[in-house]
């Protein structure tokens, strides 16, 4: 099956200041690829996927990701992040046309003022 | 409703006690997905159906958890013999097959074992 890594459990940025969250995954094709997002006390929201194309997605609330295949990555970047950013961010990988998806252990981001 | 929804919220249970969540999918989504997020933790992966086929249990911690899928809607999880550690927050999730496998999650439900 596939599986995913976050490699960072938590980061710090201040506010502002740009972001980019880690995940690589492992899968013998091209997988389908999600960010999620959960805040405190909400459910897990979708901030963007990737399936197929331009590797370079957008997403909600100025969020993108970049799909690098020779570096089976999907890391996920903002420019500026604000304080209401902070939150757990979850990396998911599925396989097309299943719905068998696995989820990244999460990288839970501080933001600082 | 048009998302998912989970019962109870809050559970509060005594050690040895057996518990049982309720997961209400969206309807028409033929997937269901159960994971476990303990505190501090990401999301554990424990089981997944999908349409009629055999549901993939190979996430499930231990035999003291099970699952079932009643006509392809409602899914309910069972712990038996509670432990301190499967306190956690259980989160269902469904999807529609070809639907780039987006998952709808639900609020979820508190587990605490006393």
């Known amino acids: 099956a596939q599986s995913v890594t976050q490699p960072d459990i938590h980061i710090t940025v201040s506010e502002g200041a740009s972001l980019e969250l880690r995940c690589n995954y492992s899968?013998?094709?091209?997988?389908?690829l999600f960010w999620y997002v959960q805040s405190p006390g909400q459910g897990l929201q979708l901030l963007l996927k990737?399936?197929?194309?331009?590797?370079l997605v957008q997403g909600i609330k100025g969020f993108e990701a970049e799909f690098k295949r020779s570096q089976s990555s999907f890391n996920l970047r903002k420019p500026s992040v604000h304080w209401s950013d902070a939150a757990e961010y979850f990396c998911?990988?599925?396989?097309?046309?299943?719905?068998?998806?696995?989820f990244g252990a999460g990288t839970r981001l501080t933001v600082k003022p | 409703g048009a998302g998912v929804s989970q019962s109870p919220s809050n559970k509060v249970t005594e050690k040895g006690k057996d518990v049982e969540l309720r997961c209400d999918p969206i309807?028409?989504?033929?997937?269901l997905y159960w994971y476990r997020q303990s505190l501090g933790q990401g999301l554990e992966f424990l089981i997944y159906?999908?349409?009629?086929?055999?549901?993939?249990k190979s996430g499930l911690p231990s035999d003291r958890f099970s699952a079932e899928r009643t006509g392809g809607s409602v899914s309910t999880l069972t712990i038996q013999r509670t432990q301190q550690e499967d306190s956690a927050v259980y989160l269902c999730?469904?999807?529609?097959?070809?639907?780039?496998?987006?998952?709808?999650f639900g609020p979820g439900t508190r587990l605490t074992v006393l």
């Open positions: 999730a469904s999807s529609l097959l070809r639907d780039l496998n987006e998952q709808f």
């Open positions: 899968y013998g094709a091209t997988p389908y």
């Open positions: 990737y399936f197929s194309g331009d590797t």
């Open positions: 998911a990988v599925g396989a097309p046309f299943n719905n068998d998806m696995r």
């Open positions: 309807s028409g989504h033929t997937a």
């Open positions: 159906f999908q349409g009629n086929s055999a549901p993939d």
